[in-house]
Structure formats: structure tokens, C-alpha cells
């Protein structure tokens, strides 16, 4: 049974990783298009192309992780030798230079291509260490948990405090491209004191030694059939994350409004509080989080495919629900509500995602012979940013053929309002809410026919025991 110290460390890991991660799929579409001032058509491109390399390199890192051997294990050392290099390319990539356009959008593709493939290099690595660590089913959905909450705790302090530090640094007289540089230098400086901290506070346990080619590997993972479906059930779950992240700043700006405020007013008690994209994604991380505090629980009762398929089926009708909601100041507490209730369920979610993958880590040990640990995981970071690339280029793309019209750097600082056209309003209303619940009905077909139910993922488990 691991201290409880270390159930604390590798989550700092995840708080690292979510903390530039909800950064870059909420906010760098709308950098890109409002600060650093690409086209739409161009970001979304950009945004596209380099997730897909992004995801391409993935199972590339998680090969060389697999045949990787020191004295601190095969993952570990990942996270102590790439934090440096994590955090500097996190602000090369909100850094804007003063020069043309095509010569600005070729930086942006070497930073953010740059960034991607640090991000690899930390994040695969990191989640491989999931299957070294305890070779028991349950103690891993509790590692799991761990991590996600601490995922979603630094997602609530990345994101709560975005708009706070770029407003604090533009007070300072700077640009508002200047302000978003010197936010990221804050951010990028805790995420590596988090994954240096990780790396202090953890252990792999089981010493694993893949004795196979690389070729016979990607033979055993492509022929591995619980794996393509998880893989196709993980990329629905964050494509519907992204699709709605990316969204909210938009439809802040331009279906809320600046300055509008939730007001509360109890006999004597009366106050009102600014409703910005912040807070809406804020509050949703500590939401998140009582959903990971659930999830350890409703698994065990539930059993994780019946559990996965559940909240999905109640993600389809909240999202619906959400487009009916009229913008008012009682719509506004609606809103909230429903964010609440969404991101409790998107919490249950991500550590059960997580889990299910160590169990075909562990299925594919027993099937095929083969110690794929990190070669299993690096696909569910491929999942999470096929994901993320085609639910952040969608965005950009349906808002740019719906007449979206973005706003200049001074327009944003002197919240401008601009008027834009009834269809990328109502586009803006679909991407919150039936496109989304579309995107989670296709996870629950492809889940149905997952076949590691928990009495078979036991077996598997037992058996696996006898081997070792």
C-alpha cells in the first residue's frame, strides 16, 4: 500500500501538466486570434497541424520511455530532466514578436510545435508511471484519482488566476501581448517546481523489461481490441471537453457581454460578483474535483465500462438543456448550475479514463507478453490530443464560416463590443451545447463494446500475479 505522500506527489505531477493544459485549450485559440492576431482560418490550421504532430509523437516518446533504464526506474527521470525545458517553452509560446505576419505565424508553428513536443516528453513518461507504481486494479483508480484532483486543482488556479495576472501586468502600463507573456512566466514557474517536487516524492515499484521489438509491440497494440476502443471512447470525452473549453471566452465576449454581473440578494445580505469566463471555468474545476472525490466509489459499485457509459448518458442531456437557458441575470445563475453539474460529471470522468487504460496495460501484458506500459499510455495522451486538435480547430473554423468577426488588441482592452451576426451567435450556442452532447452520445456506443468488465479485468489481474 503506498504513503500517503506519494498519492499526493504524483498528483502534483498532473497539476503541473493541467495547469499549462487548460491554459492552452481554453485560452490560446482566443490569444491567437484576438492578441497575437491571426486569421481564424490560420489558427485553426496551426492549432490543427500541430496537435496532430503532437499526437503522432506520442507513441514515438512512449517506445523510448518503455526501453528506457536508470536508477530511478524507466519514467521517473522524464519529469526531473524535462521540467527546465516544460516551462520555457510555455512562454515562447505566449511570447509575440513584433514582426510581419508570415514571419509571425512560422513562430507560432516552431513554439507551438516546440511545446507539444516537450509536453510529450514530461507528460507520457508521467502517465506511465501509473502502471509501475501498485500492481493492484483499485489502488490504481485511487492513484488515478489523486492525480485528477490534483489535475483540476491547479486547472482552478491556472484559470482563476489567467484574467487577474494578464489584467494586473497590462495596470503596469504594458501591452496586452506583454501582459499574457509575463502571466505565462508566472504559471510556467509553478509548473516546474510541481514536477520537480513529483519526481521527489515518488517510486516505480515493479520493474518491468520489455524483451520485444518495436515492431511486435505496435503489432500487439494495434491487434490489442479493448485498446481502439478506449482509444475512440477517450477521444469523444476530450473532444467534448475541448470542444465546450475552447468555446466559453468566446461566448463570454459575445453572448454574455462585458461586464455583467451574477446578483445575489438575501434579506439583508445583497452582493453581486463579476460573471466572467474565469470564474464559469473556475468554479467548473472545483467541480471537477468533487467528481474525482466520487469516482473511486461509483466504480467499485458500478463497475468502471457501466460507470463511463452513465455519465456520458447524463452529459448528453445537460448539454442540451444548457442551449435552452435564456442570457438574463437568472439565466446567468442557470449557467453556473449547469457548469457545476457538467464538469462533477467531467471529473468522474478523467481518472476512470485513466484507470480503464492501466487495465489494458495490464491486458495486454497478459494477452500478448509484451511490458508496453508506456506505449499503452502515450495513446491515451494521442487520444486526449486528437481530441484537443480537432475540437480546437473545429471551433476556430465554425466560428470563421459562420461570419465571426474577432477583436484587435486595443478592441479586447478597451472591451470593445462588437455586433456580430445571428449565425456565429447561434454558432456559438451549438458549440455549447448540441455539438457537445452529439460528441458524448458517439462515446457511448463505442463504450458499449469495451469488453474489460471488472470481474474480467480480476481474472487478468490474478493471473498476472502467477507470471510476475
Keep these: 500500500m503506498a504513503k500517503l505522500t506519494e498519492k499526493i506527489g504524483y498528483g502534483l505531477g498532473d497539476m503541473s501538466s493541467s495547469m499549462f493544459w487548460k491554459v492552452f485549450s481554453y485560452y490560446l485559440p482566443f490569444f491567437y486570434s484576438n492578441i497575437f492576431a491571426l486569421s481564424l482560418f490560420d489558427a485553426g490550421v496551426l492549432v490543427l497541424v500541430t496537435r496532430i504532430w503532437d499526437a503522432v509523437s506520442d507513441p514515438m516518446m512512449g517506445i523510448i520511455a518503455d526501453r528506457t533504464q536508470t536508477r530511478w526506474g524507466k519514467y521517473r527521470p522524464y519529469l526531473l530532466w524535462v521540467a527546465p525545458l516544460f516551462s520555457i517553452a510555455g512562454i515562447l509560446l505566449f511570447t509575440t514578436p513584433d514582426w510581419n505576419y508570415g514571419a509571425k505565424l512560422i513562430y507560432a508553428y516552431v513554439t507551438y510545435i516546440l511545446m507539444m513536443t516537450v509536453y510529450t516528453a514530461i507528460n507520457v513518461p508521467y502517465g506511465a508511471m501509473l502502471g509501475v507504481m501498485t500492481d493492484d486494479s483499485n489502488e490504481k483508480t485511487v492513484f488515478s484519482s489523486f492525480r485528477m484532483f490534483f489535475a483540476y486543482g491547479g486547472s482552478f488556479v491556472a484559470l482563476a488566476a489567467w484574467e487577474p495576472l494578464v489584467n494586473f501586468f497590462k495596470a503596469g502600463g504594458g501591452t496586452a501581448s506583454l501582459a499574457w507573456q509575463q502571466a505565462m512566466m508566472v504559471i510556467a514557474a509553478a509548473c516546474f517546481?510541481?514536477?520537480?517536487?513529483?519526481?521527489?516524492?515518488?517510486?516505480?515499484?515493479?520493474?518491468?523489461?520489455?524483451?520485444?521489438?518495436?515492431?511486435?509491440?505496435?503489432?500487439?497494440?494495434?491487434?490489442?481490441?479493448?485498446?481502439?476502443?478506449?482509444?475512440?471512447?477517450?477521444?469523444?470525452?476530450?473532444?467534448?471537453?475541448?470542444?465546450?473549453?475552447?468555446?466559453?471566452?468566446?461566448?463570454?465576449?459575445?453572448?454574455?457581454?462585458?461586464?455583467?454581473?451574477?446578483?445575489?440578494?438575501?434579506?439583508?445580505?445583497s452582493f453581486q460578483l463579476?460573471?466572467?469566463?474565469?470564474?464559469?471555468?473556475?468554479?467548473?474545476?472545483?467541480?471537477?474535483?468533487?467528481?474525482?472525490?466520487?469516482?473511486?466509489?461509483?466504480?467499485?459499485?458500478?463497475?468502471?465500462?457501466?460507470?463511463?457509459?452513465?455519465?456520458?448518458?447524463?452529459?448528453?442531456?445537460?448539454?442540451?438543456?444548457?442551449?435552452?437557458?435564456?442570457?438574463?441575470?437568472?439565466?446567468?445563475?442557470?449557467?453556473?448550475?449547469?457548469?457545476?453539474?457538467?464538469?462533477?460529471l467531467t471529473g468522474?470522468?478523467?481518472?476512470?479514463?485513466?484507470?480503464?487504460?492501466?487495465?489494458?496495460?495490464?491486458?495486454?501484458?497478459?494477452?500478448?507478453?509484451?511490458?508496453?506500459?508506456?506505449?499503452?499510455?502515450?495513446?491515451?495522451?494521442?487520444?486526449?490530443?486528437?481530441?484537443?486538435?480537432?475540437?480546437?480547430?473545429?471551433?476556430?473554423?465554425?466560428?470563421?464560416?459562420?461570419?465571426?468577426?474577432?477583436?484587435?488588441?486595443?478592441?479586447?482592452?478597451?472591451?470593445?463590443?462588437?455586433?456580430?451576426?445571428?449565425?456565429?451567435?447561434?454558432?456559438?450556442?451549438?458549440?455549447?451545447?448540441f455539438i457537445p452532447a452529439m460528441v458524448a452520445v458517439a462515446s457511448i456506443i463505442v463504450c458499449y463494446f469495451y469488453p474489460l468488465t471488472t470481474q474480467r479485468v480480476k481474472e487478468i489481474n490474478r493471473q498476472l500475479r502467477q507470471q510476475r
Design 274 to 344: 463579476l460573471f466572467y469566463a474565469g470564474l464559469f471555468l473556475s468554479v467548473g474545476e472545483v467541480a471537477n474535483m468533487l467528481g474525482v472525490a466520487c469516482t473511486v466509489p461509483l466504480a467499485r459499485r458500478m463497475g468502471k465500462k457501466s460507470l463511463f457509459m452513465t455519465v456520458n448518458a447524463l452529459l448528453v442531456l445537460l448539454s442540451i438543456a444548457f442551449f435552452f437557458i435564456p442570457v438574463s441575470p437568472t439565466g446567468f445563475w442557470l449557467m453556473l448550475l449547469f457548469q457545476i453539474f457538467i464538469s462533477i
Design 193 to 269: 517546481l510541481l514536477f520537480i517536487l513529483t519526481f521527489m516524492l515518488t517510486r516505480e515499484r515493479l520493474k518491468t523489461v520489455s524483451t520485444v521489438s518495436v515492431g511486435k509491440d505496435f503489432r500487439s497494440l494495434l491487434s490489442n481490441r479493448p485498446w481502439w476502443l478506449l482509444i475512440g471512447a477517450a477521444l469523444c470525452f476530450n473532444l467534448f471537453n475541448t470542444v465546450r473549453g475552447a468555446t466559453v471566452a468566446y461566448f463570454f465576449a459575445d453572448i454574455i457581454g462585458f461586464g455583467k454581473t451574477l446578483d445575489f440578494q438575501l434579506s439583508t445580505l
Design 348 to 433: 468522474i470522468m478523467s481518472p476512470l479514463v485513466w484507470s480503464m487504460y492501466a487495465d489494458v496495460s495490464d491486458y495486454a501484458e497478459f494477452r500478448y507478453k509484451t511490458a508496453s506500459t508506456g506505449l499503452i499510455f502515450s495513446s491515451s495522451s494521442m487520444a486526449q490530443k486528437f481530441g484537443g486538435a480537432i475540437g480546437g480547430a473545429a471551433v476556430l473554423w465554425l466560428l470563421s464560416a459562420c461570419g465571426y468577426t474577432p477583436r484587435s488588441d486595443e478592441q479586447l482592452a478597451a472591451q470593445y463590443v462588437v455586433h456580430q451576426p445571428e449565425s456565429a451567435l447561434l454558432c456559438l450556442r451549438y458549440l455549447m451545447s
